[in-house]
């Protein structure tokens, strides 16, 4: 229905103008963390905590794990994911917006951790070979994308057979929402 409604680019256009307006939000997310999770993070990444999970304990990453983290913001779950599988592990996250991309690499220099990658891309055409990583986790991105099947199975494409997807988002129960919510910016990207 959403398809007949309006475009791709029109929805993922509104999605990146609102996060770029994000200025200083304050981590409406952190709620979703432990205290000691929490503190692994720079003080100034806690702010960026936009997501609305916690999936990288679900992720039940093992030292040496291979990691994606689609639609990846400031790189909370990232920097959490690269605790984790440690100095022979890697993290690679996605995310479409060059400035986040930059907050990302800033926030992962402040905490000193080198087994981070963070890509300017978009989840919906992953620039990562088939089945190179070991996991996916996301939090509160895939809901944004307009095509929420092909982010799925490019996930499974850059997945190994056998890896692990751990996914915090939100759902609807319905597909028959009125066209006012389907269409409102706030709706896609609030
Ligand atoms: C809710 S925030 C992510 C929060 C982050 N996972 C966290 O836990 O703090 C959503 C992010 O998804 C990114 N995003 C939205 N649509 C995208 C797409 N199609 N491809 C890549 N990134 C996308 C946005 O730029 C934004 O940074």
Same mark, same amino acid.
């Given at each position: 229905? /959403?398809?007949?409604? &309006?475009?791709?680019?029109?929805?993922?256009?509104?999605? *990146?103008? +609102?996060? @770029? !307006?994000?200025? $200083?939000?304050?981590?409406?997310?952190?709620?979703?963390?432990?205290?000691?999770?929490?503190?692994?993070?720079?003080?100034?990444?806690?702010r960026w905590i936009l997501g609305v999970?916690?999936?990288?304990?679900?992720?039940?990453?093992?030292?040496?794990?291979?990691?994606?983290?689609?639609?990846?913001?400031?790189?909370?779950?990232?920097?959490?994911?690269?605790?984790?599988?440690?100095?022979?592990?890697?993290? /690679?996250?996605?995310? &479409?917006?060059?400035?986040?991309?930059?907050?990302?690499? *800033?926030? +992962?220099? @402040? !905490?000193?951790? $080198?087994?981070?990658?963070?890509?300017?891309?978009?989840?919906?055409?992953?620039?990562?070979?088939?089945?190179h990583v070991d996991v996916v986790v996301?939090?509160?991105?895939?809901?944004?994308?307009?095509?929420?099947?092909?982010?799925?199975?490019?996930?499974?494409?850059?997945?190994?057979?056998?890896?692990?997807?751990?996914?915090?988002?939100?759902?609807?129960?319905?597909?028959?929402?009125?066209?006012?919510?389907?269409?409102?910016?706030?709706?896609?990207?609030?």
């Amino acid at each position: 229905m /959403t398809r007949d409604l &309006m475009f791709k680019d029109e929805i993922q256009q509104l999605v *990146a103008d +609102a996060y @770029e !307006a994000v200025e $200083d939000p304050d981590g409406p997310g952190a709620r979703n963390y432990a205290p000691e999770q929490l503190e692994l993070l720079p003080a100034s990444a806690r702010r960026w905590i936009l997501g609305v999970g916690n999936p990288v304990p679900a992720a039940h990453l093992q030292p040496g794990d291979r990691v994606l983290d689609l639609g990846c913001g400031a790189g909370i779950d990232a920097q959490l994911a690269a605790v984790e599988v440690g100095p022979t592990g890697h993290v /690679t996250g996605v995310d &479409m917006l060059p400035s986040m991309v930059e907050r990302c690499r *800033a926030f +992962a220099q @402040e !905490a000193g951790r $080198d087994n981070l990658t963070f890509v300017n891309a978009e989840m919906e055409a992953l620039p990562l070979a088939d089945g190179h990583v070991d996991v996916v986790v996301s939090n509160g991105s895939i809901n944004l994308s307009a095509r929420k099947s092909r982010v799925l199975a490019e996930a499974l494409r850059a997945m190994r057979p056998g890896g692990r997807l751990a996914v915090a988002d939100l759902t609807i129960d319905e597909d028959d929402l009125p066209s006012e919510i389907l269409t409102h910016p706030s709706a896609w990207a609030g």
